[in-house]
C-alpha cells in the first residue's frame, strides 16, 4: 500500500517522498487508517517496523487539519536515545507542516530546562518524553495536560522492565480522560495485557512478529566479561575441525580490528570486513573465506544481511546485536540450506538485559553454558536493566531543520 492511499494531508505526503518513504510497512498499513479513526489501539511491535511512523503519521496529519491549543500530544518512551530518534521523525514528518515538538529526558546537562517548563506550561503540539524526567517537571506544578488529544506509550514493556509503572499512571492522573491511547510494546506478557487493559478502551489489536531462528540451529551463550572473550573463542575453537568457518560478528566496527588482532595473536588465519573496505576488498576477503584459505571472517551487522555464504559452521556474536532481528539474522548465517549450525553469544553484564529481551522476542531461552575452569568466574546471570539506560549515555544531539 502507498502513503497517497492513506488520504493524509499533501504536506505530510511531501515530506514522506522527501524521506524516501513510498510504501507504508505492515504495521503502518494496519494501524494509521485506525488511528485516524480515532480508535485506541495496542500493538506489538518492535522497532525497525515502522511503528514511529505508524502512530506520528496520523497525529500530524490531525494537526494539520486543526490547529491546537495547548500540548496535543504526549509521547512516552524508555530512554532518552529513543525520545532523540523520535522527535528527530517527528522535526522530519513535520517539515512541511509545521507542528512544533521537543524531547525531553533525563541526563541532560540542564540548560534547556526552561525552555522544557515554557513549552509543558504554555504549550507545543508534541511532547516526546522520557517518564522520570516528565515526573521531575510534574513535580513542580506547571505542567498542563489539559488539552491533550493523544497519549503513546512506546516500548510499554521496557518501561515497566525500568520500574516506571507508577510513574506513568501518575502522569496519565493529570491527563483529561476523554483522549485517544496508543500502546505500543515489544512483547506482551500478562503484565503488559494487565496495564494496557488499565489505559486503552476497545483497543484495535495488532500484532507484528519477528521471524525466528531455523530449527537447525544450536545457540548456546555464555557469560563473560570483555577481558575473557579472545580466550573463550580460542578455547571454543582449537582443535575443533568440525568449525571449519567461522563468523564472528561484532555490532561496531570499531571493534572488528581489536576482534581480528586479537584471534591474529592466538595464531588463527582472520580477516576483517566492515563498511571501510572499498568494495574490491571486501569481495577479495569474501573470496578467500569462501574458498577456505581464510577460517574466520569478523564483521559488523550492516554486512551480515547481504552475505550468503554457504557452509559457515559457527557463528559468534562478540557481542548481542542492538535489535533481536539483527540476532536472528546473525544466527541465520549458520545452517542454511537446512543443514545444522551452531551459534554462540558472548554476554557481558551490559549486555544481559538486552539477550534477556531478545530471548523474549524469539521466545526461547537460550542455555546459558559455564565458562572453561581456565577462564576464571564469569560475572551472574542478572537481567535487570543496567542504570545507564535511564539516561542513556552518549546519545546524539538532535538536529535541527527549521
Ligand atoms: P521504527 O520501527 O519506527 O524505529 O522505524 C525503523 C526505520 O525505518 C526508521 O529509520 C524509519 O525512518 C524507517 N521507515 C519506517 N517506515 C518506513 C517506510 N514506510 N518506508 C521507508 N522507511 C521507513
Redesign the pocket.
Known amino acids: 500500500m502507498k ?1 497517497d492511499e492513506f488520504n493524509l494531508d499533501e504536506k505530510l505526503l511531501e515530506a514522506l517522498s522527501y ?7 505492515p504495521i ?1 498499513e494496519q494501524a494509521i487508517p485506525q488511528i485516524l479513526a480515532g480508535r485506541d489501539l495496542i500493538a506489538c ?10 502512530f506520528i503519521l496520523p497525529v500530524l496529519n490531525k494537526l494539520a487539519q486543526q490547529k491546537s491549543k495547548g500540548i496535543n500530544t504526549l509521547v512516552l518512551c524508555p530512554t532518552r536515545e529513543l525520545a532523540i ?1 523520535i522527535e528527530q ?1 517527528i522535526q522530519g514528518f513535520a517539515y512541511f507542516t509545521g507542528a512544533s515538538s521537543i524531547a525531553i529526558y533525563g541526563g541532560d546537562d540542564g540548560s534547556s530546562w526552561n525552555e522544557q517548563k515554557a513549552s509543558l506550561s504554555e504549550g507545543i503540539d508534541i511532547v516526546v518524553a522520557t517518564p522520570g524526567k516528565l515526573i521531575a517537571h510534574i513535580n513542580m506544578g506547571y505542567v498542563n495536560f489539559k488539552d491533550i488529544q493523544h497519549l503513546i506509550l512506546d516500548e510499554a514493556d521496557r518501561m515497566l522492565d525500568m520500574g516506571f509503572i507508577n510513574d506513568i499512571l501518575k502522569i496519565i492522573s493529570t491527563m483529561p480522560k476523554e483522549k485517544q491511547s496508543l500502546f505500543f510494546s515489544a512483547t506482551m506478557q500478562p503484565k503488559i495485557r494487565e496495564f494496557s487493559n488499565k489505559i486503552l478502551r476497545d483497543p484495535f489489536q495488532i500484532s507484528i512478529s519477528i521471524s525466528k531462528p531455523a530449527a537447525g540451529v544450536i545457540q548456546e551463550a555464555y557469560l563473560t566479561y570483555d577481558n575473557q572473550k579472545t580466550r573463550l573463542i580460542d578455547a571454543l575453537i582449537h582443535g575443533k575441525d568440525q568449525f571449519e568457518s567461522i563468523i564472528v560478528f561484532s555490532s561496531t566496527k570499531i571493534k572488528v580490528n581489536d576482534i581480528v588482532n586479537g584471534l591474529k595473536r592466538k595464531g588463527y588465519s582472520v580477516h576483517g570486513i566492515s563498511s571501510d573496505l572499498e568494495q574490491k576488498e571486501r569481495e577479495n576477503v569474501l573470496a578467500q573465506f569462501r574458498a577456505k584459505r581464510v577460517r574466520i571472517l569478523v564483521a559488523t551487522d550492516v554486512l551480515s544481511r547481504g552475505i550468503d555464504i554457504k557452509d559457515i559452521n559457527l557463528v559468534i556474536n562478540y557481542d548481542v546485536p542492538n535489535e533481536a532481528q539483527d540476532y536472528v539474522h546473525r544466527v541465520g548465517r549458520t545452517a542454511r540450506a537446512s543443514t545444522t549450525g551452531v551459534a554462540i553469544t558472548l554476554i557481558n553484564p551490559d549486555d544481559m538485559y538486552k539477550f534477556h529481551r531478545i530471548e523474549q522476542l524469539i521466545e526461547s531461552i537460550i542455555p546459558k553454558l559455564p565458562l572453561p575452569a581456565d577462564l576464571g568466574e564469569g560475572p551472574e546471570w542478572d537481567t535487570r536493566p543496567k542504570k545507564k539506560e535511564f539516561n542513556g549515555g552518549g546519545g546524539k544531539k538532535p538536529f535541527r531543520r527549521r
Open positions: 502513503f524521506m524516501g518513504f513510498e510504501n507504508a510497512s503502518q511491535a518492535q522497532t525497525g517496523t515502522g511503528k514511529t511512523a505508524a530518534q521523525q
